[in-house]
């Protein structure tokens, strides 16, 4: 069975510039999550969706936005880029319902913002 | 606020020795805990999960963790290590609610010295 794949595995892109990441989840599964892992800040959770909708929103500016596909898949967009928006950013993928679901992750995508 | 913390940054062992990594949540009740592995350029890998009733959780790669729910802990461990077992690792939890979000500790990384 396939995990969750990620893509690009990198992007490079320069300040005030969009950067569009994807996820397909796990064959079944209906959530898709997604972190921002950047130096010095740990992973912290960005956004949650679910059969479609947003779920839960982390921590970060209306620039971090995203949606998720009929058929589970998500792209997360990351508009007006910074610098400071450098990291690898992970999606993972669950069965749904949220709570005490195991969450797994995908290989994650590079971005670099110069 | 709720938190995950582990309070060691860098642990070197030798191959074949005993581990330990430390993890401590606070939050106001028992959250579900976690532990992930994350190799160099790579996404997490699920070692194990708590949810309730037995408090030693066993995990994959020989992996097990103890729930301490009067320490708030939730400690890693493995008998012998191998030096394939050189990676970060990230104890997490979830405090259910179905908010979907995991709070990472900022990890352990382990060196492994032949």
């Known amino acids: 069975e396939a995990g969750v794949t990620q893509s690009p595995t990198h992007l490079i892109k320069t300040r005030g510039q969009q950067a569009t990441l994807r996820c397909s989840p796990i064959?079944?599964?209906?959530?898709v999550y997604w972190y921002q892992q950047a130096l010095g800040l740990g992973l912290q959770f960005l956004l949650w969706?679910?059969?479609?909708?947003?779920?839960n929103r982390g921590n970060f500016p209306p620039r971090f936005s995203g949606r998720q596909f009929p058929n589970y898949s998500s792209e997360l967009n990351v508009n007006a880029l910074e610098l400071e928006d450098s990291a690898l950013y992970l999606c993972?993928?669950?069965?749904?319902?949220?709570?005490?679901?195991?969450?797994?992750f995908g290989p994650g995508t590079r971005l670099l913002v110069l | 606020a709720q938190s995950v913390t582990q309070p060691d940054i860098h642990i070197t062992v030798s191959e074949g020795a005993s581990l330990e990594l430390r993890c401590n949540y606070s939050y106001g009740a028992t959250p579900y805990l976690f532990w992930y592995v994350q190799s160099p350029g790579q996404g997490l890998q699920l070692l194990l999960k708590y949810f309730s009733g037995d408090t030693l959780v066993q995990g994959i790669k020989g992996f097990e963790a103890e729930f301490k729910r009067s320490q708030s802990s939730f400690n890693l461990r493995k008998p012998s290590v191998h030096w394939s077992d050189a990676a970060e690792y990230f104890c997490a939890a979830e405090k259910g609610g179905s908010q979907g979000n995991l709070i990472f500790g900022k990890g352990t990384k382990l060196s492994v010295k032949p």
């Open positions: 993972a993928s669950g069965s749904g319902g949220g709570a005490a679901e195991t969450q797994y």
């Open positions: 064959s079944g599964h209906t959530s």
């Open positions: 969706y679910d059969e479609g909708e947003e779920r």
